[in-house]
């Protein structure tokens, strides 16, 4: 983990929905390297957050670096940001959500998606609207980490797929990750998800209230990651 020059800087991040703050004057900061799990309850602020870093949502006030260019275009290139809701057209295939990636992102690997539906047994010929729900999301997620980029941001992906498929998707997040990169996951899913989790960050009422490398914590604590966030929150 490169923790010396992090990739992700937040200092005093605040950003208001019709004068409700939904993040209060949030610090952050992370390293690459590291795959790190974002936890919190329903409306602390997971979503907001992730969409000021994917650079989807303006208009708030602080200090926020990736890779230490505020959110731009240029740093666009360099975020591969999942979204909890679906955000291709239900009448594509498989072979055309990759165009489209293939045409956006310079930094696209087809090859790495194309591994990735073999991993999901995903049928090529079908459109989105045909497939279920945890298909459709085994879709973005396998064109999400086929970006070859610096930063990963997951926003809750992998509540649609059933228990069993959940190992395979955490497979997928982890395959083709390089070194000098960062992956953010936000979930509820805390129990699932905490194999591949190097670090986590904990989020109350729009800040973050405790960050920690997961083996660090554990040994500290005694539990496990889901035991602490139950605790935390209790
Ligand atoms: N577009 C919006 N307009 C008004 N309020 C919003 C908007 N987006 C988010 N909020 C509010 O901001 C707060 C934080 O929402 P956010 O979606 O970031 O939370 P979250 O931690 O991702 O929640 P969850 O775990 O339920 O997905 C909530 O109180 C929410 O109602």
Redesign the pocket.
Known sequence: MNEDQPILEVRDLT?T??G?P??AGLNLQLGTGQVVGLL????????????ILAGV?QGYSGHVRINGMKPSPETKAIVSFLP?TSFLANSATIPQCIDLYRDFFADFDPARTEDLLDLFALPRDKKLSEMSKGMREKVQIALAMGRKARIYLL??PISGVDPAARDVLLQAITRHLDSDSLVLI?T?LIHDLEPILDSIVM?RA?RVILTGQVDDLRGEHGLSMDQLFRKVYQ
């Open positions: 950003k929905f019709s409700f939904a993040l919190g309850e329903n409306g602390c602020g997971k979503t907001t957050l992730l969409k949502l909890d926003d809750e936000s509820h989020m729009g």
